[in-house]
């Protein structure tokens, strides 16, 4: 196991394949919702983490496992209460943010504010088996990710969920954000 820092508030985990198999089983068997995996992933970042860093602050995590030429690599991300703080030079943000119901979608879409809801660049909403998939890109990086954490996954656009939903998704209709956001939640918001 190899690990990086690659921001003031990301690290990079880089396993291989022997040591995906003697920790999991195997690649396909790395499921953040199985409690073993999760375990094994937690014991991962505590070891990895700078010892200076510690936690002070820090809300939740954003675990993404991207596959590898000779493994694969777990990013971790800390988000904080001020939203997620990225390296300071990224202009373009994209992810995908995978909602099990039309209710939690929905309930994200009632957590954001006005100014978050305009700073979104582009949207584009996909339904893939019996969830939704809500694709956004920003300019800006904002607290979004805080609480779409409360209501579903997110992933970034470049990781193998981007592919799945480009692949597998249906696309119902683009501006999604925007007209979610005017639809049920300004309609429900006026007396």
Avoid: W
């Amino acid at each position: 196991m190899k690990s990086f820092n690659i921001g003031e508030n990301k690290i990079k985990i880089c396993l291989t394949s022997d040591e995906i198999e003697v920790m999991f089983g195997s690649y396909d068997m790395i499921d953040y919702d199985s409690p073993r995996s999760r375990a094994i992933i937690d014991s991962l970042i505590c070891s990895a983490m700078p010892k200076s860093s510690g936690d002070q602050g820090c809300d939740k995590v954003l675990i993404e496992v991207l596959p590898e030429r000779d493994g694969c690599s777990i990013q971790v991300t800390r988000i904080y209460d001020k939203g997620i703080g990225l390296q300071k030079n990224i202009r373009k943000q994209e992810y995908i943010l995978l909602f099990s119901s039309s209710e939690d979608l929905i309930d994200f879409i009632g957590s954001l504010k006005p100014l978050e809801v305009s700073l979104i660049t582009s949207s584009e909403l996909y339904r893939i088996k019996s969830s939704f998939a809500l694709y956004l890109c920003t300019d800006k990086n904002y607290s979004f990710l805080k609480s779409a954490c409360e209501y579903g996954k997110v992933f970034n656009k470049l990781s193998p969920m981007g592919s799945i939903i480009s692949e597998h998704g249906k696309l119902l209709f683009n501006e999604a954000a925007e007209k979610l956001y005017k639809a049920f939640i300004k309609s429900n918001k006026t007396p």
